[in-house]
Nanobody
């Protein structure tokens, strides 16, 4: 069992940066792949980024490549999403998720545990 709590969301102007964090509890964190997803108003939840259990092979959706960076610390049981050059279209609720599969996953159905989400709003 893994519990996930996101933090770091907020309001930022276009071009600005935010760093999201996800704190995990549970003994098996280091074996899980971790991912970030987001859901904008009126849209379906979509994949943003994922990282393997070892912290290697990060995967990103095309719209955030070069702007977002996912990382993890298995000792602290945290996963982070550094978001730079934010745009209004990045506005969404961002969710942290954990997958029992060790490799980075892009499909929501591959994830077993989800956080409550944190709001990110980018003003133009």
């Amino acid at each position: 069992q893994v519990q996930l709590v996101e933090s770091g969301g907020g309001l930022v102007q276009a071009g600005g940066s935010l760093r999201l964090s996800c704190a995990a509890s549970g003994r098996a964190f280091s074996g899980y792949a971790m991912g970030w997803f987001r859901q904008a108003p009126g849209k379906e939840r979509e994949f943003v980024a994922a990282i393997s259990w070892a912290g290697s092979s990060p995967v990103y959706t095309d719209s955030v490549k070069g702007r977002f960076t996912i990382s993890r610390d298995n000792v602290k049981k945290t996963v982070s999403l550094q978001m730079n050059s934010l745009q209004p279209e990045d506005t969404a609720v961002y969710y942290c998720a954990a997958s029992i599969y060790g490799s980075a996953r892009t499909y929501q159905t591959d994830y077993n545990y989800w956080g409550q989400g944190t709001q990110v709003t980018v003003s133009s």
